[in-house]
Nanobody, 125 residues
Framework: QVQLMESGGGSVQAGGSLRVSCAAS????????MGWFRQNPRKARERVAT????????YYADSVKGRFTFSRDNSTNTLYLQMNSLKPEDTAMYYC??????????????????WGQGTQVTVSS
């Protein structure tokens, strides 16, 4: 059974940094999308950063480009999202998500049929 477990997050002042992690287990897919989404009560869910396996195609939302860095440790099946220069508008629940796909369909939210429980990131001004 696929499991995704986030950790990290927390509260920080604007301009600060945080890193969230996602331990992924139980998947044996050869092609998949995996990454980070976020949601707060005032906005729709947003795809933040994702990767397509096997070719490693990365996606970043325009709102985080240059500030957030997605990485993965294949030896531990752990995803990371390093968030720098944080802004109050980055405040949200951050979710790790994954799903099997037969092509680069990582822009389709319904591809992601496995989700973590979420970790809260709060940025104060």
């Amino acid at each position: 059974q696929v499991q995704l477990m986030e950790s990290g997050g927390g509260s920080v002042q604007a301009g600060g940094s945080l890193r969230v992690s996602c331990a992924a287990s139980g998947y044996t897919w050869s092609r998949y999308c995996m990454g980070w989404f976020r949601q707060n009560p005032r906005k729709a869910r947003e795809r933040v950063a994702t990767i397509y396996h096997p070719d490693g195609t990365l996606y970043y939302a325009d709102s985080v480009k240059g500030r957030f860095t997605f990485s993965r440790d294949n030896s531990t099946n752990t995803l990371y999202l390093q968030m720098n220069s944080l802004k109050p508008e980055d405040t949200a629940m951050y979710y790790c998500a994954a799903g099997e796909t037969n092509g680069y369909y990582c822009y389709i939210t319904t591809v992601y049929n496995y989700w973590g429980q979420g970790t809260q990131v709060t940025v104060s001004s």
